[in-house]
């Protein structure tokens, strides 16, 4: 018994591809059986399995269970919900060495995929490729797994609410706040929360539906945000709150509709949480504004960039002993009284609680950030054999001895170029063939100048920004 894998499934991150062209039972069957291989061979044996509301989930954690089964672990089926649902059901019990969500995250309906955690830690990169390696080879174990199905929902949704403990009922009572679940797997877990939090709640989307009928669940598209907009306006709300499909992804706006972006919600949560653990150290990836770095040293922390990527993120977070980090897009990572995974249902929560400590409205917390003027991530077709190539083509004009004086570049993850008119970045993905750019400055007339710099960088390694590519 051996089983191939599509080139295309076996990613930095995660697994995915495409129900029906290049994912499918037998796919989730073979990741069960490596992911029980591995965990027995390093000593584990109880795995929890979640996924989200796809249409083929259910087919897919079908297969998985066996898979996982037939080498030997027992599993523990949390069922339909949001992934960090799943990350609760494994951090949370001592007796589990493991946890699997199937999910498609915010990708288009047709796709679905794997998150994986392993003996508590991320479970990407090469552990990944490892699995591809088994499976080619039929190098599984065998055994006969046992399983069991609980009930997580309710269990998490109290632990979420702990993240309110100690604040004042009358303020907390004040809020009127709008959520937005884009028909994603957190839609009923929202319902529930809401129905015990303070205050004046209204959703939308919470019907779990994996055609997405309404719009596409990813909340750091601003076209995703309208009706949640016209939610916030219509009803003259606080704020909004918006999830992604697996419910691991945030998305803001204030009581004026500005969109509030990863990293400007990190920047509240770092005033929050430093008022209480002074100095300690904050993570943003090579994305995030340089009003939030500035902000984290000004506040008395030590931030952090570092590489684009949850798993990577989590990974540096524990090394560091940050107690939280987060990205562009939307994942935050709590470690100071949470599990340190990314998890939009508990951020949401705490942006509540920040709003209280902080004594200031979630629109004048907005209010309060400089206003800097950058493009949205802009990514471009590139051939895979050429994009790292071109990254080092880049670094090595920049570092050469006949770079400008006036800029310092930093290399974490592609090449970030801080100038006087503010920073650019270049970084080729770890999950698709194309390069990722990103400018910000003070004015049009600096973000203008800093585009012109990553065109002449494309240009001189034969490059162009092209046609915007997908996710």
């Known amino acids: 018994m051996s089983h191939r894998f599509d080139p295309t499934v076996l990613r930095e991150y995660d697994i995915r591809g495409v129900i029906g062209e290049t994912l499918g039972p037998d796919d989730a069957r073979a990741i069960g059986r490596g992911f029980a291989t591995l965990l027995g061979r390093a000593g584990g044996k109880k795995v929890v399995v979640g996924y989200d509301g796809r249409v083929s989930s259910p087919m897919l954690e079908h297969a998985l269970v066996e898979g996982l089964t037939a080498s ?10 949001p992934t960090p649902m799943l990350y609760y059901a494994e951090a949370s019990e001592e007796d589990v060495d493991g946890g699997i969500q199937i999910t498609g995250s915010h990708n288009p309906a047709n796709y679905n995929g794997f998150k994986m955690v392993f003996q508590g830690r991320p479970f990407f990169g090469d552990q990944i490729l490892e699995i591809g390696r088994l499976a080619a080879a039929g190098d599984w174990a065998d055994g006969a797994g046992e399983v069991e199905t609980v009930e997580v929902m309710d269990a998490y949704i109290e632990r979420l609410l702990a993240g309110l403990d100690g604040l004042d009922g009358g303020k907390l009572a004040s809020f009127r706040i709008g959520w937005d679940a884009g028909n994603g797997a957190a839609g009923p877990t ?11 709640h209204y959703t939308l989307f919470t019907d779990i539906d994996g055609s997405f009928p309404n719009h596409h669940p990813d909340p750091t598209v601003p076209e995703n945000l309208e009706d949640l907009r016209r939610l916030v306006a219509d009803k003259k709300l606080d704020f909004g709150i918006a999830f992604d499909g697996d419910g691991d992804r945030i998305g803001a706006i204030d009581g004026e509709g500005r969109v509030i972006w990863g990293d400007q919600l990190l920047m509240i949560y770092a005033e929050d949480l430093l008022k209480r653990d002074p100095g300690a150290t904050i993570i943003a ?3 995030a504004s340089r009003a939030l770095f500035d902000r984290v040293a000004e506040l008395g922390g030590k931030p952090l960039m570092w590489k684009t990527g949850h798993s990577l993120i989590k990974s540096k977070m524990k090394e560091t002993h940050a107690p939280l980090a987060g990205e562009m897009s939307g994942h935050i990572f709590f470690a100071d009284a949470y599990y340190g995974y990314d ?3 508990y951020a949401a929560i705490r942006l509540i609680a920040a709003s209280v400590r902080l004594g200031k409205s979630v629109t004048e917390l907005r209010s309060a950030m400089p206003d800097m003027v950058n493009t949205p991530e802009m990514r471009f077709q590139v051939d895979e054999s050429r994009k790292f190539a071109a990254i080092e083509e880049v670094k090595r004009r920049l570092q050469g001895p006949d770079a400008p004086r006036d800029i310092s570049v930093n290399d974490t993850d592609g090449v970030r170029v801080t100038t006087p008119d503010g920073w ?3 970084r080729a993905s770890n999950t698709q ?3 990722v750019a990103r400018a910000e400055s003070f004015t049009q007339e600096g973000l203008d100048r800093l585009l012109g710099q990553i065109d002449a960088q494309l240009a001189a390694s034969g490059l162009e920004r092209g046609p915007q590519a997908g996710h």
């Open 72 to 81: 030997g672990c027992d599993v523990r089926r949390v069922g339909l919900g």
């Open 190 to 200: 929202l319902e529930k929360l809401v129905a015990r939090l303070p205050g004046e």
């Open 285 to 287: 990836d090579v994305k």
């Open 343 to 345: 998890d939009a249902l």
């Open 424 to 426: 650019w970045l270049l």
């Open 433 to 435: 063939d194309v390069l």
